[in-house]
């Protein structure tokens, strides 16, 4: 059996490829598995680290703006197509799998074209274009958000509710485990990042935040501030007067790489509201404050938190509403309201789904390996 994954550009569409890869893996270590992508995207890095073979083809997505750059990219995208198209004639997979990002539309679609089974895979609430135009032609569109549902218009019988593929040590990590592993005391965790690349405003926001709790030492918080942004943080808090070396309930880091210890020992987490991100919190049923990140196409990291809130899982606060003051307060609230953090946490729990990676195999088998007669939708 043979197997394309095709997707990339950033980790959110390429991690729940390489979860799925890994699942199948684990259960099938004869079948053949390739990855398609771009040298441009994060895929590169990603894939192979993870054991997989990746082929890479010419595509990239369209600016807002129409420009010079248009004309290029267009001539990519056809460039992409045929790329795709001579490389699925070679390889003859058996199935196709898309999980968003430019790269994705002309291998699914070709592959659709030619009669080769395929499913694509959404991680936000709103569907990205490629998605969108990819589901008529699709056998199945496996769905992160009950609420996706209404933006994809295409025949029920298609559509499952999965959930996203998210690492198994998150789920199976425990907090008292993870609160001994990380040397916390009994005092209120607090979590807080904004991505693997840092968010200034959210950054500058805690800097004043622990200039506030610097002197009580009423909490343990853990902060990181991304790569690119840690020195500059540092700096600010050096100018006012803060040496983190005479209060170790503040840490902050450039990077966290023990993720499924903080979240799962955290009493409260503070961050964007990537696809993810959010499967993760809600897979352990972590209360949270959302920042979503305003410079997403269509807006879909505030679509994807206000999911949360709907469910009184999640506080949301949007970047034009974050300002010190209010997160200071919002926080405090919080951590004093028990009883508001307890039904947090089961609201964010009765949303996570801890068994996607199983649900989208299942369904793969099922339909696709079992159900290879199928013809498809393709309502165009």
């Not at 595509?59 to 004309?71: A, E, I, N, P, Y």
């Not at 997979?93 to 030619?114: E, K, Q, R």
């Not at 709103?126 to 569109?141: E, N, Q």
Request: aromatic share 6%.
């Amino acid at each position: 059996m043979k197997i394309v994954f095709a997707g990339g550009g950033t980790a959110g569409h390429i991690n729940p490829a390489i979860a799925i890869a890994k699942y199948i893996r684990a259960k099938h270590p004869d079948w053949d598995i390739l990855f398609v992508g771009t040298q441009e995207g994060l895929e590169k890095e990603l894939v192979p680290k993870e054991g997989f073979d990746i082929k890479f083809i010419n595509v990239r997505g369209f600016r807002r703006k129409l420009s010079l750059d248009t004309v290029v990219t267009i001539k990519e995208l056809i460039r992409g197509t045929m790329q795709a198209r001579k490389f699925l004639t070679e390889y003859k997979p058996d199935i196709v799998i898309g999980t968003g990002g430019y790269v994705c539309g002309p291998v699914v679609l070709n592959a659709s074209l030619s009669k080769i089974p395929t499913m694509i895979h959404e991680q936000n609430v709103i569907p990205g274009v490629t998605i969108k135009i990819l589901s008529r032609f699709a056998d199945i569109v496996a769905i992160s958000f009950e609420e996706t549902m209404k933006y994809i218009k295409i025949d029920r019988k298609h559509l499952i509710h999965t959930g996203n593929p998210i690492r198994q040590e998150i789920i199976d990590t425990d907090k008292m485990t993870a609160r001994k592993r990380l040397g916390l005391s009994n005092m209120p965790f607090i979590l807080a990042f904004g991505g693997s690349l840092g968010a200034e405003r959210i950054n500058q926001t805690l800097v004043g935040f622990i200039k506030r709790i610097y002197k009580r030492k009423s909490v343990q918080l853990l902060f990181g501030t991304g790569e690119h942004q840690y020195n500059s943080v540092m700096d600010e808090l050096k100018k006012a007067d803060i040496d983190l070396s005479t209060n170790h309930n503040i840490k902050v880091v450039p990077y966290i790489y023990n993720m499924n210890d903080v979240m799962a020992a955290a009493d409260l987490v503070i961050c964007r509201a990537g696809a993810i991100t959010i499967s993760e919190l809600t897979a352990i049923g972590k209360p949270c404050i959302l920042i979503p990140s305003p410079n997403v196409t269509h807006n879909h990291q505030e679509y994807n938190a206000r999911a949360l809130e709907k469910k009184n899982a999640a506080v949301v606060i949007t970047e034009k509403e974050l300002n010190e003051n209010r997160l200071f307060n919002l926080i405090e609230n919080l951590l004093k309201d028990k009883r508001l953090l307890e039904k947090m946490e089961k609201n964010s729990s009765s949303m996570g789904i801890t068994n996607a990676t199983e649900k989208i195999y299942n369904s793969i088998i099922e339909e696709l390996v079992h159900g290879s007669q199928v013809t498809g939708h393709r309502n165009v």
